[in-house]
């Protein structure tokens, strides 16, 4: 079973910048689509943003929405997340999560996550 480990969050400000990054170990990370949630204190987790096992097709949360940018190597077994301009609502804890079913939303479908990293935006 494979093992997902996030990285890369911490105290930002408004503004900044965010890149954060997901290491894969344990398993064959290209066989897996993979995707970043977050969930915000006292909220329910939510999709962001996922990636075909290909790397050539995110999907959003919101279609036509692209705030953030998703990209993976699968030679290094890494995934990462990028966006431009936080926002304080931003501020939340960020997982990866490995699944099977792409272009799906639902934690259900994400069989393997990572410890979640915080990521808190400051104004």
């Known amino acids: 079973q494979g093992q997902l480990v996030e990285s890369g969050g911490g105290l930002l400000q408004v503004g900044d910048a965010l890149r954060l990054s997901c290491q894969a170990s344990g398993g064959t990370f290209s066989d897996y689509e993979m995707a970043w949630f977050r969930q915000i204190a006292g909220k329910e987790r939510e999709f962001v943003i996922g990636?075909?096992?290909?790397?050539?097709?995110?999907w959003y949360a919101q279609p036509g929405v692209e705030r953030f940018v998703v990209s993976r190597d699968n030679a290094k077994g890494t995934m990462t997340l990028q966006t431009n301009s936080l926002k304080p609502e931003d501020s939340a804890v960020y997982y990866c999560?490995?699944?099977?079913?792409?272009?799906?939303?639902?934690?259900?479908?994400?069989?393997?996550w990572g410890q979640g990293t915080q990521v808190t935006v400051s104004s």
């Open positions: 999560a490995a699944g099977y079913t792409f272009g799906s939303k639902l934690i259900s479908s994400f069989k393997w």
């Open positions: 990636i075909s096992r290909g790397g050539s097709q995110p």
